[in-house]
C-alpha cells in the first residue's frame, strides 16, 4: 500500500511571494508515478503533472516547479511569483499497481490562499 | 465538449432514498472510476472499472452499486442514503495503464450529494 502525507493544510502566502507545498510519500514498490492536482474554489480537479520512479529530474512549467527526491521520498511543488489565480486546495498523489490497474492515492491536500 | 460529464451536479435529498449520479467520458479511455470527497476534502476511490468490467472495489457498503452499460459510461447507484453519504463524487477516466505506466486521470466536475 502507499501512502501520501502533505503535512500543510492550510498555507496563505501575499501575491507575488514564492511557496513551496510539501509532499511525502511512502511505497514499497520500485515503479510507482506522482501526481501533482489542483482544485481551484469552482471544485474540479485539473491534472498538473505526473512523474515515474525512474525520472529524477526537476521540472519547471511556467511558476510551476517541481523537486523529486526519492532519498528523501519527497516530491515538492513550488509556486514562483504567486498569483491570487493560484489559490486552491493542491493534491499530491501516488500510484501503483493494484488488482490488475493503477489505483491513484491522494493527500489529504494543502490548502494555498493568495492574499492580494 | 465536457470530456467527463456527471449529472446531476448537486443532489438533495432524504435519508432512506435511493439516487443514481451518471457518468459519461468521451475520451475513448478504458478504465473508470468512481472517487468520494468528504467534507475535510480527502478523496479516496472507491470503484475502477476496465471496459465495463470491475477491477477496484474499495471497502465500500454494498448500498453502493457501480453499473457499467458500456465503458464510455459509469453510473453510480445508491440505496438507503445515510447522513454520513454526503460528499463531493467525482468520475473519472483513464487509459489503461499499460506499458507506460499509470495513466493521468481525467475528472469529471463532481456531483455534491446532500442527505438530509
Known amino acids: 500500500a502507499q501512502k501520501v502525507t502533505q503535512a500543510q493544510t492550510e498555507i496563505s502566502v501575499v501575491e507575488k511571494e514564492d511557496v513551496t507545498l510539501d509532499c511525502v510519500y511512502e511505497?514499497?514498490?520500485?515503479?510507482?508515478?506522482l501526481f501533482w492536482y489542483k482544485q481551484p474554489p469552482s471544485g474540479e480537479l485539473v491534472f498538473l503533472i505526473r512523474?515515474?520512479?525512474?525520472?529524477?529530474q526537476n521540472e519547471i512549467s511556467g511558476r510551476y516547479s517541481w523537486n523529486f527526491q526519492k532519498s528523501t521520498s519527497s516530491f515538492n511543488f513550488t509556486i514562483t511569483a504567486s498569483q491570487v489565480v493560484d489559490s486552491a486546495v493542491y493534491f499530491c498523489a501516488s500510484a501503483y499497481s493494484g488488482a490488475g490497474s493503477y489505483q491513484l492515492t491522494f493527500g489529504k491536500g494543502t490548502k494555498l490562499s493568495v492574499i492580494p | 465538449d465536457t470530456a467527463v460529464s456527471q449529472t446531476p451536479k448537486y443532489l438533495v435529498t432524504q435519508m432512506g432514498n435511493d439516487k443514481s449520479i451518471k457518468c459519461e467520458q468521451n475520451?475513448?479511455?478504458?478504465?473508470m472510476y468512481w472517487y468520494k470527497q468528504d467534507s475535510k476534502k480527502f478523496l479516496k476511490i472507491m470503484f475502477s472499472?476496465?471496459?465495463?468490467?470491475?477491477?477496484i472495489n474499495e471497502t465500500v457498503p454494498n448500498r453502493f452499486s457501480p453499473k457499467s452499460p458500456d465503458k464510455a459510461h459509469l453510473n453510480l447507484h445508491i440505496n438507503s442514503l445515510e447522513l454520513g453519504d454526503s460528499a463531493v463524487y467525482f468520475c473519472a477516466s483513464s487509459q489503461l495503464a499499460g506499458v507506460s505506466g499509470a495513466n493521468v486521470l481525467t475528472f469529471g466536475a463532481g456531483s455534491r450529494l446532500t442527505v438530509l
Open positions: 475520451l475513448g479511455h478504458d478504465t
Open positions: 472499472y476496465n471496459n465495463k468490467e470491475l477491477i
Open positions: 512523474r515515474n520512479s525512474f525520472d529524477e
Open positions: 511505497t514499497r514498490d520500485t515503479t510507482y508515478y
